[in-house]
């Protein structure tokens, strides 16, 4: 092969990869996502759940309370780490803001809903399961490792977490709608996927442009690659209009509302609306059938915009839009541009590769995710469709999950942010229990993928959790020793 | 003179708030410095648990939310009534 069809394949495989990824996975689950995403930071007041992570609050409480702050609050860095820095210096202690700062980028909105909508809804629940489980875990396990310095912070004051705060009912409303409207949009109930009404569109040549298509970025099902369809294209148009619409609409939003920002809303509704139909065509023109995601998600987009115009305060939309369109803008294209490269590395990874490393469900095929979780970085969500592709290489799903949990926990720019904060030690003692549960999180999903009976599942976890709870006796014991001999 | 400060790390919500403020501060003409506090200790000072943050004359007037520039424009203009 000479050197120019390589880098043209190549290159093939990498825009094949972008465009079926923009026509089939991301709309129906991602567009929304951006949009819950940027509701829950524009109108969740945050001292509904800090307030539950002062100083005073028993563990039992402000644990699961540091879980919910990194799933509801913590999409944007601007809140993990300041509200990790609070809770470590002013609120709880080191224990919560561990558990904070290990769920909120395993397990915040829009990384579950791609988890779920790129690879499947197993992978997802058993992310947020065992990061649940986890981050409490290290955080207990990190708060009796250093319980001593948790004492000196009991002199600083605890004021930073007395404010009160209360969700209006009708953002409350409104978050809710947004997330049935992304159900309605992926779920794969009967009631939602049934054609209800159909009718054609006289367009002639839409099958010729379709073929025309399949031919331009050629895919091969077998190794789970989907082609671009017609539909997928008109969708891929309507994202551009988005985005331009958008950038005039929402960029200026602090000057006010313009022409330009209900356009561009008005084009996302088109679009999802675009995106649930069924389209399929023929020579003497295009099917369009009606099925029930389109009625959820014309429901669901009415509410919306009557919510919109009529019960949100102006502050409120202004800020909901920005925050959504902040998102949009900052991760999509670091998406784009790593579906396109991921697109490209799976040309040149031999399956075999993966196989005999991480093929079956092993220690070391789980060590093996996690260390390269560690050290390759990602940018926030590429890390899911590089999952997908080491899936379709044949990656087991126990190591799948191992690297899933380690890459958005670890890598060297959080650690040397988290360093300056709680101190080089505590950062690294961090790093390793994340990357030994990683380990353990993956070969117990593993075990469990591959049959093995919950009695056994069960036997593995409690084993281990008994191993765990000797060593953190031990550990507590020698902590008391040493206070009493200093005294 | 006034004394503006923007915490943030640099995130775009950061920059967006130094935006708005400069171009209220430029609307308004009043004489105002604008320091961007980018240290994580620094910012933890001031007690916010979210960026960016909006300090004028040492107090914080807002955090975790860009403000509207309707907002920035009393703030500024109570600053100047005590000073």
Redesign the interface.
Known sequence: MNILTFLTNLLYSGLGNLASYLAAHVLLCLLPAFYIAGAMTALIPKETVTRFLGRNTPKLISYPAAALAGSLLAVCSCTIVPLFAGIYKKGAGIGPAITFLFFAPAANILALIYTGGVIGVDLAIARLVLSLAFGIGIGIIMALIFRSGDVEHDKATDAMFAAQGKMRHVALIFLLVLVSLLLSGTLKVGLLTNTYAAFTVPISGMDKFQDFLYNLIPYDSAKGEEGVTAQGSILIALLVLIGVTSWKGMESIFDGFNVWTWTSLSIVGLTLLVAAVGMSPHSGGLDILINGKFFGVLIALAILGWILKTKLTEDETRDFLWESWKFIKQIFPLLIGGVFIVGMLRALIQPEWIETLAGQNTLLGNLAGVVFGVFMYFPTLVEVPIAQMFLSLGMHRGPLLAYLMADPELSLQSILIISTIIGRLKSWTYVAWVALFSTLAGLIYGAWVDGASVGLVSLYLSTFLALLSGMLWFVNRRNVQKMATAR | MLTIKVL??G????K?LEA?ARQVTEQMGVQAEIIKVTE??D??AY??????GLVINEKVVSF???P??AEITTWLANALEKT
């Open positions: 943030g790390s995130c775009a919500n950061c967006k708005v994580y200790p910012i933890m007690n916010i648990m979210s960026t960016p975790g939310r860009i509207s520039p």
